[in-house]
């Protein structure tokens, strides 16, 4: 069982992947509770620098623990990346990580309403400040909307079924709670969707869909990628940790679209070694990780951590 107690997946695949000058200039895009960011420090020398953000204001409140000179936590989401750089009079940085799962103490805290498996408010927010609760999106959506994001977001076979339950339902009274929402999805999926994926709870896609909308998720992820990559300086790179496919797809085809050879201008006869070399490499093959971190931690199965680097400006 879990206990609230966040375990970094992928920890020291990351930071070596991360850390290739000992006196750079870093960022922790998502703090979380200081995993990386305590192993960067660790492993960078006197005069390298830390920069970390998450929105979360818990997150932020536990940043201010760590007692470092090298280190500076910011209450801000990673799509703020530029900006939070520019009001540090940062240029370019050695490192960017982003670490995008949520954490163990959001997902057991009740009252975040992220896990369908405890009772809670229907939050979902992971800036609790600011935004629209899942509850408030579900109370003022129509039936279209609801589906498309469920479809969109969760890839949920039902995704219009439940939907167009969740519009009748509020008639009576609006879902408040995880519990009323995880039951009604389990009311429609019923035993067909059972049967088709065995082991996995009814509500897990569309808990997943709604927290993503909520969140502006895929937004701030690709908002996140376009600020880093504009601010690594050459020889720096991105590391990417991905917990599901849609994040993991963004993050695979932005880093190849950098990577890729150019092509020649049509009906121009130029060959390979005349056409420019790309600023960006690909380091190794995505990377998962190891059946003893898996066994150890269950929520590290579906991790895809990526590397990307600029080898030239």
Known sequence: MHTGKHVTVLL???VEALVTRRAGTYVDCTFGRGGHSALILQRTAADARLIALDRDPQAFAAAQAICDARFRCVHAPFARLGEVLDGLGVGQVDGVLMDLGVSSPQIDDAKRGFSFRLDGPLDMRM?????????????RAGADEIGEVLKSHGEERFAFQIAQAIVARRAARPL???AELAGLVADVVGARGRRRDP????????????RIHVNQELAQ????????????????????????????RLVKHAMRALARPAEPPMGVPLKADQLPVPAWRLIGRAIRPGAA???ANPRARSAVMRVIERVAA
């Open 12 to 14: 020291e695949e990351a």
């Open 127 to 139: 800036d609790t400040t600011t935004g629209e609760s899942a509850a408030d999106f579900l109370r």
């Open 176 to 178: 408040a709670t995880t």
């Open 199 to 210: 082991g996995q709870d009814p509500a897990t896609r569309t808990f997943q869909a709604i």
């Open 221 to 248: 992820l690709q908002a996140g990628l376009k600020a880093g990559f504009a601010r690594l300086a050459v020889g720096g790179r991105l590391v990417a940790l991905s917990f599901h496919s849609l994040e993991d």
């Open 293 to 295: 971190e898996v066994k």
